[in-house]
């Protein structure tokens, strides 16, 4: 038996990535290292896993940029810093293959993505962004579900979001989009926005923290430009520390709401629950508390369905 | 890479690009990172020790089968265990790898993560593996470059490639990280009709 845990992955790793280097290097004996690899799977899999690092390693050549710097051979490699910003530079002015990069979450997941310049995009669950930035753009594509964006300062590129609705300039601040059925929900928490769409444009800005945050609400027809409600406010905040916060809401709404993060669905089986009213704070991730609050609060019985329903029924 | 088995070839593309998932349910079931870790390579080994490996549909589920097992086998022997991993072992469903392991890392994400990875290493390690790698030259042409010995070379190589593997294991980890809530769902207690 071998020891536990991380100290023996540590050895196993070493060990295989001293296979690796050697076999690389044509110096190893290709009958002792079958003989070490067959001797106990776990170096196998230590090897094959080293294998595959080694082979994503092989992407940073594919990255190389077509025009290198002007530098001479050996100042390239002195610079490792300069060498690792080349590659990085290369790596989203290069390829067609790289030029937009597509992030998605699924059902009940949540993510961060750090962008170059020092942004970042949350993206809330089933939610799917693609962006692209450049010398003279940074931009953002919102293709279905909900994100939080910090933007940093750029001063020679705006940032643009994209979305079916329209396009809004982002100024440095921080931002709530979220795509509904009937359009565009774009609440400023700080900073400024002009949104501009076929229906027309309007701008919304919250200069300072005492200012009223903003609420861009953008469907074909119309933009409307309005304080944003503090219920919405505390909402777009409660779902980026995984939580969701209902105030008065009918259970209706609610469930609908909490059905976004959700692969197995709530349903309302009778009418009369969907009138209900509750308030609360509860976990995304967590819908068992949230169920626990119907079942005693209600008295609602919550029957399986089969793997995709949960049916919500009075006693 | 004439070193790879077919089997190996295999390991890579179908079973470890869920390695996330697979240290994720094992922490879920033992509480405890070593444990896990043990767990899973654990299971790797006997993934690796299955004759008939070309006839399994679902690896991933498979080794997550498997795990579970281990950890099974593991409390049986324990003489006190938490309610908390009761809990967690009475559920049924095995958490779900399949849609996000592969999809939704682009080209252009690995291709960062791989170089963030690099921009870590240690000073000489990453000159060597850059030249190796990104330069593609061999060990030789990069002893001559960097008047080192063969064998110092195949050093540094080794201890990047070490370093690289764990550094791109652990941001694989952070990566699904925020999926940990997935099989919760499935632990709803519910009434049947």
Not at chain 1, 115 to 129: A, H
Not at chain 1, 265 to 293: H, M, Q, W, Y
Not at chain 2, 32 to 45: G, I, K, M, S, T
Request: proline letters at 4%; charged letters at 30%; hydrophobic letters at 45%.
């Amino acid at each position: 038996m071998a020891q536990t845990g991380d100290q023996d992955r540590n050895a196993l790793i070493a060990q295989a990535s001293e296979w690796l280097a050697r076999l690389d290097a044509g110096r190893a004996d290709p009958v002792a290292f079958e003989a070490w690899r067959d001797a106990d799977p776990r170096r196998a899999a230590a090897f094959a896993e080293v294998a595959s690092a080694w082979s994503k390693l092989d992407a940073l050549r594919d990255a190389e940029p077509r025009e290198r710097p002007a530098m001479t051979r050996r100042a390239w490699i002195g610079g490792g810093a300069a060498l690792a910003a080349g590659l990085a530079g290369a790596a989203y002015l290069g390829r067609d293959q790289l030029l937009r990069a597509r992030t998605v979450t699924g059902v009940g997941e949540r993510r961060t993505l750090a962008l170059p310049d020092g942004s970042s995009v949350e993206l809330n669950t089933d939610t799917e962004v693609l962006w692209r930035f450049d010398r003279q753009h940074r931009r953002l594509w919102l293709e279905r579900g909900e994100v939080a964006l910090t933007i940093a300062q750029d001063a020679l590129r705006p940032f643009e979001l994209f979305t079916q609705q329209g396009l809004a300039r982002l100024a440095p601040g921080q931002f709530n989009a979220r795509l509904r059925p009937a359009g565009l929900d774009l609440i400023v928490l700080a900073g400024r926005a002009a949104i501009t769409t076929a229906a027309g444009q309007a701008q919304a800005a919250v200069e300072s923290a005492t200012d009223a945050r903003q609420a861009l609400v953008i469907t074909p027809a119309r933009i409307v430009a309005a304080a944003a409600p503090e219920a919405e406010v505390q909402a777009v905040q409660a779902w980026r520390r995984g939580e969701i916060v209902f105030e008065g809401q009918k259970l209706a709404e609610a469930v609908e709401e909490y059905n976004r993060y959700l692969t197995r669905k709530l349903i309302i089986e009778d009418p009369k629950v969907g009138g209900l009213r509750l308030g609360g704070r509860f976990l995304t991730d967590n819908p068992e508390s949230f169920l626990d609050a119907l079942r005693t609060t209600f008295g609602l019985r919550i029957v399986s369905d089969g793997p995709s329903r949960i049916l919500l029924k009075s006693r | 890479m004439a070193w790879l088995r077919d089997i190996d070839k295999w390991f890579a593309a179908a079973v470890l690009p869920h390695a996330a998932t697979y240290r994720a349910y094992a922490r879920k079931l033992t509480g405890d990172p070593a444990d896990a870790e043990d767990l899973v390579q654990e299971a790797y080994a006997k993934v690796l020790g299955v004759p008939d490996w070309r006839r399994l549909e679902q690896p991933e589920r498979f080794v997550l089968t498997i795990i579970r097992n281990l950890a099974f086998e593991r409390f049986r022997r324990a003489k006190v265990v938490g309610i908390r991993q009761i809990g967690v072992l009475e559920m049924e469903a095995l958490p779900d790898p399949a849609p996000d392991a592969h999809a939704v890392t682009s080209a252009r994400e690995e291709l960062m993560r791989v170089l963030e990875a690099v921009d870590r290493l240690p000073e000489q390690c990453r000159r060597v593996v850059t030249l190796r790698k990104m330069e593609g030259l061999s060990p030789g042409q990069i002893a001559v470059r960097l008047n080192l010995s063969i064998s110092t070379v195949e050093k540094h190589l080794a201890r990047g490639l070490a370093l690289l593997t764990k550094s791109l294991a652990a941001s694989e980890g952070r990566r699904t990280r925020s999926n940990a809530g997935i099989w919760r769902k499935r632990a709803i207690k519910t009434e049947t009709r």
